[in-house]
């Protein structure tokens, strides 16, 4: 068995509540079995890990069930999991003003008769912008909360959130998951302003129609979007019919652009503004074109700010930005898109660090809990590590073995600190019992078969 440090224990132990006591210990070890894994994370790989004191053959009745039903049987919500995650990780890093919201969908490859809601999903990694690729497995639609880290101008996402999109027609779209999410999570913070993100694929009427006060927006939108002036006609005394809701067509922006192009002298409203914004941890000078409007087709009559974005340098094509609050500026759009980002670094992480994809599960408890259990210990670490664990010891000792390429805040350095610092609580060459000595060498000498 492994040990768990105290700093870990301490906020893993705020969660205790969301389980059973039986449960609450599975879920440690099965937390620890997933850090310490350094081979295939299939359920039995893992439950090997946990119980490396001692190796088991399969050709036995192995001792693992209880892990198999934790996912399966056992007593315990993913969306209560979540939602207590999400307030100690509010509270923990003393989070002030509007917490930023990031949407998205991935696609985790299964295969199999049997897999619970199996579908061809478009695959994002495998498409290209002329290409779209699909591929069997299941799609999840997480929403997670994007925080700062220190003296980096970038930022981490902590998945918090999901809902499975089940195949075939007639089925709820990954912006109607997303606003169920997005009503959850305004349920858990009811007096906090939130700010969601998205990509183009959930800027339409199934997440934006009557948003919440309280609720901002900011999302790309399509280059041949048609847009209105939001200012609609004074009706002529005598006039008859009802009084105009929107005023006439502005150019889409697509032809914003085109029209800035042709503007010479920089006059007027179609023209390049220069601004310099932070994105993607770096500041950039940009070229924007800014407009207030309304898109009927998919926020009726709600004005929005629309941006068309040039990247000075040509390294990028225009890209279209809108937000359903005009009064803001556009470097703050522009950089509140930007965390959008840090979704897809999570996903990635998920799939090459913590092998999300590497459990061979097929029924329906398993396949809605076990995927999204993954995401919150992969928050949970995330949460440890900003808040505890790069201040331990084991965090110095790794950064000085990190190469140029990687960075103290990815997922993959985390868990260095964290597996060192397990392994270090758990093998203590200063006992003085033998037989913890001896038990302790077993575990290390099965941990390394295990990784052969």
């Not at 490396?52 to 693992?64: G, I, T």
């Not at 990031?102 to 008769?113: E, F, I």
């Not at 779209?132 to 880290?149: E, M």
Request: hydrophobic share 45%; glycine share 6%.
């Amino acid at each position: 068995m492994w040990t768990m440090i105290p700093s870990l224990q301490s906020l893993v132990h705020d969660l205790q509540g969301c389980l059973t006591d039986p449960s609450f210990a599975s879920q440690c070890q099965l937390l620890l079995g997933w850090v310490m894994c350094s081979g295939p994370h299939t359920l039995y790989h893992v439950a090997q890990t946990i119980q490396a004191d001692h190796e088991v053959s399969r050709a036995q009745r192995h001792p693992f069930d209880r892990f198999y039903n934790f996912f399966s049987r056992a007593a315990w919500s993913v969306v209560t999991l979540g939602r207590q995650l999400a307030i100690e990780a509010v509270l923990r890093l003393k989070i002030l003003g509007p917490l930023y919201l990031v949407v998205d969908d991935t696609l985790l490859h299964k295969r199999g008769r049997h897999v619970f809601a199996l579908g061809w999903f478009r695959d994002a990694v495998a498409s290209t912008r002329k290409r779209v690729a699909t591929a069997p497995g299941n799609n999840w639609v997480v929403l997670g909360l994007a925080i700062p880290l220190p003296l980096t101008g970038c930022f981490l996402c902590l998945p918090l959130a999901f809902r499975l999109k089940m195949p075939g027609e007639g089925q709820p779209s990954a912006a109607a998951l997303a606003r169920e999410m997005l009503e959850d999570v305004a349920a858990w913070f009811p007096h906090r302003d939130l700010i969601l993100i998205g990509d183009g694929g959930y800027a339409n009427r199934a997440l934006l129609t009557d948003l919440p006060e309280r609720v901002t927006f900011v999302g790309r939108m399509r280059l041949d979007a048609a847009l209105h002036d939001p200012r609609p006609p004074v009706k002529r005394k005598g006039q008859r019919g009802p009084q105009a809701k929107k005023g006439p067509r502005l150019p889409k922006p697509s032809e914003a652009a085109a029209k800035a192009d042709r503007n010479g002298n920089g006059q007027g409203p179609w023209r390049w503004q220069s601004i310099r914004a932070m994105a993607y941890g770096v500041t950039r000078t940009l070229q924007v074109v800014s407009y207030p409007a309304v898109w009927p087709r998919v926020l009726g009559y709600t004005p929005v700010q629309v941006l068309v974005v040039r990247d000075a340098e040509g390294r990028m094509g225009d890209v279209a930005l809108f937000t359903t609050d005009p009064a803001r500026v556009p470097p703050w759009v522009i950089e509140t898109f930007a965390r959008r980002w840090s979704i897809e670094v999570a996903f990635k992480a998920s799939k090459q660090v913590l092998d999300i994809e590497g459990p061979q599960n097929w029924c329906e408890g398993s396949i809605t809990r076990l995927a999204p259990w993954v995401w919150l210990q992969q928050s949970v670490i995330a949460l440890w590590y900003v808040t505890e664990g790069s201040a331990l010891p084991e965090a110095k000792e790794v950064e000085e073995l990190r190469g140029p390429w990687d960075s103290k805040w990815s997922l993959r350095h985390m868990l260095q600190v964290l597996r060192r610092a397990t392994l270090n609580a758990t093998i203590n060459i200063n006992s003085s019992d033998p037989t913890a000595l001896r038990q302790s060498l077993r575990t290390l000498k099965n941990c390394v078969l295990l990784a052969a």
